[in-house]
């Protein structure tokens, strides 16, 4: 019985790895925020290494990067589930979509801030 169980629990698993790859890809080809922001981070997370003094600052510096993505996502998906709902002008719509679009921007700031901190007592204090 415990194998069964450890192989459903696997194959979810699995599945959700194909999900989460999936939704990626959609990012990847219906979003140029998402492009930009991905293309950025797989240039900033190698220089995170160079930045950052030891291990903490290398995770804020990277985990700033993964957060604007994550946000990106999620803002996204806002987006995707609203016009899915139909191309009615509805103050809600509008309203949950600029919400989302305020997520990703304080998320970029966030990560701004972060880089900027770390990197003027890295290179300029």
């Known amino acids: ?7 459903a629990g ?3 698993v699995w ?10 890809r959609a990012a990847w080809s219906n ?13 900033l997370v190698p220089a995170a290494f160079w930045v950052g003094d030891n291990a903490v600052e290398r995770a804020l510096l990277i985990g700033s ?4 993505l ?14 899915r709902i139909g191309e009615d002008v ?3 719509s509008g309203l949950a979509k600029d ?4 997520a990703v921007f304080i998320s970029l700031w966030a990560a701004a801030i972060c880089w900027g901190l770390i990197g003027y007592e890295r290179f300029l204090a």
Do not use: P, W
Request: with cysteine; aromatic share 4%.
């Open 1 to 7: 019985m415990a194998k069964h169980n450890q192989a």
């Open 65 to 68: 990067c993964l957060l604007v």
């Open 70 to 83: 994550v946000v990106e996502l999620l803002n996204s998906a806002i987006e995707a589930a609203i016009d």
């Open 99 to 102: 919400m989302g679009s305020a």
């Open 10 to 12: 696997l194959r979810r």
């Open 15 to 24: 599945n959700a790895t194909l999900y989460s790859v999936a939704g990626i």
């Open 31 to 43: 979003e140029a925020a998402f492009r930009q922001e991905l293309v950025l981070c797989l240039l």
């Open 90 to 92: 509805h103050a809600l």
